[in-house]
Nanobody
Framework: QVQLVESGGGLVQPGGSLRLSCATS????????MTWYRQAPGKERDLVAI???????YYTDSVKGRFTISRDNAKNTVYLQMNNLKPEDTAVYYC???????????????WGQGTLVTVSS
């Protein structure tokens, strides 16, 4: 059973910073991509940032220039550095790892439990 564990959420004032971490129980090289999503109260879960196994990175427009996704292969951990946070960034942030089963080509999604980020003065 693959586990993803997020940490680093909390309460921060507008303009502040947080760094989220997503630690995996399996080698990060097993994942085709690692993605951060967020879900604000009463809204759908939206993609925030993605990093692929070959290093390609994508951000949703609303976080470009403020958020940075990265990974530490040795620690099997993906990070989301969030700067200049805004109240509209308030959400539960989820980490997702997309694994491709080599024998079947099947895609398996693994999710963390989420970590709450609240941006408020």
């Amino acid at each position: 059973q693959v586990q993803l564990v997020e940490s680093g959420g909390g309460l921060v004032q507008p303009g502040g910073s947080l760094r989220l971490s997503c630690a995996t129980s399996k080698s990060i090289f097993n994942f085709n991509s690692m993605t951060w999503y967020r879900q604000a109260p009463g809204k759908e879960r939206d993609l925030v940032a993605i990093i692929t196994s070959d290093g390609n990175i994508y951000y949703t427009d609303s976080v470009k220039g403020r958020f940075t996704i990265s990974r530490d292969n040795a620690k099997n951990t993906v990070y989301l550095q969030m700067n200049n946070l805004k109240p509209e960034d308030t959400a539960v942030y989820y980490c997702e790892g997309l694994e491709v089963v080599p024998t079947t080509g099947e895609y398996l999604e693994h999710w963390g439990q989420g970590t709450l980020v609240t941006v408020s003065s």
